[in-house]
């Protein structure tokens, strides 16, 4: 019996000190293995249309703005290779008797003089709709961005009286009427 206690004791030693011992560490870095994101076929954004009535310079004006994904238009690819269909948006704006007074397509080429290098590479033309009237002009929004992203480039479509258009580059942030204001009247001194 005393054999067996003092084998126990070896045995029950030998397992404290196995344990105490340094562990050897490796320099092994485990990562995970980056896998490559092949190309689907070319994204696509869906259609859309937009068409209010719009009270203008005394009259009732019909305002509509179409989008659609335009397979003639150079397609534009992101870092992955992933290739994005560019679109053409067509805007119609008639009269209360149905003639029309402005009809035009739209396409980033357009747009391309307001545009970074990388919005002209890798840019969608991604919205236009309209925004409000401003006295003789009708204002509209408008952004090229890049696919998949928050990130784009804001655009203000100006189209006049006479049936002139300019286009600008937006600077201004989006306010509500109250915070414009309030902005001007803090501005005024009120």
């Given at each position: 019996?005393?054999?067996?206690?003092?084998?126990?004791?070896?045995?029950?030693?030998?397992?404290?000190?196995?344990?105490?011992?340094?562990?050897?560490?490796?320099?092994?870095?485990?990562?995970?293995?980056?896998?490559?994101?092949?190309?689907?076929?070319?994204?696509?954004?869906?259609e859309?249309?937009?068409?209010?009535?719009?009270?203008?310079?005394?009259?009732?004006?019909?305002?509509?703005?179409?989008?659609?994904p335009?397979?003639?238009?150079?397609?534009?690819?992101?870092?992955?290779?992933?290739?994005?269909?560019?679109?053409?948006?067509?805007?119609?704006?008639?009269?209360?008797?149905?003639?029309?007074?402005?009809?035009?397509?739209?396409?980033?080429?357009?747009?391309?003089?307001?545009?970074?290098?990388?919005?002209?590479?890798?840019?969608?033309?991604?919205?236009?709709?309209?925004?409000?009237?401003?006295?003789?002009?009708?204002?509209?929004?408008?952004?090229?961005?890049?696919?998949?992203?928050?990130?784009?480039?804001?655009l203000?479509?100006?189209?006049?009286?006479?049936?002139?258009l300019q286009?600008?580059?937006?600077?201004?942030?989006?306010?509500?009427?109250?915070?414009?204001?309030?902005?001007q009247?803090?501005?005024?001194?009120?």
């Amino acid at each position: 019996m005393k054999n067996l206690q003092i084998l126990l004791a070896v045995v029950a030693l030998s397992v404290v000190v196995a344990s105490c011992g340094k562990k050897k560490q490796s320099q092994d870095i485990i990562a995970p293995k980056v896998v490559k994101v092949e190309p689907k076929e070319p994204i696509r954004m869906q259609e859309y249309q937009d068409e209010r009535d719009v009270e203008w310079i005394g009259k009732t004006y019909h305002v509509s703005v179409s989008r659609q994904p335009c397979d003639s238009l150079p397609m534009v690819q992101d870092e992955n290779g992933q290739k994005f269909v560019d679109n053409v948006f067509t805007m119609v704006v008639s009269r209360s008797d149905g003639s029309v007074f402005f009809r035009r397509q739209f396409s980033k080429s357009l747009v391309m003089q307001y545009l970074d290098d990388n919005y002209r590479k890798a840019g969608v033309f991604e919205g236009l709709v309209f925004d409000r009237t401003d006295g003789d002009w009708l204002l509209f929004g408008a952004s090229v961005g890049l696919p998949q992203t928050d990130e784009y480039i804001p655009l203000v479509v100006k189209l006049s009286r006479m049936g002139q258009l300019q286009i600008l580059r937006d600077t201004e942030m989006d306010t509500t009427p109250e915070d414009k204001r309030q902005k001007q009247d803090d501005e005024d001194g009120v």
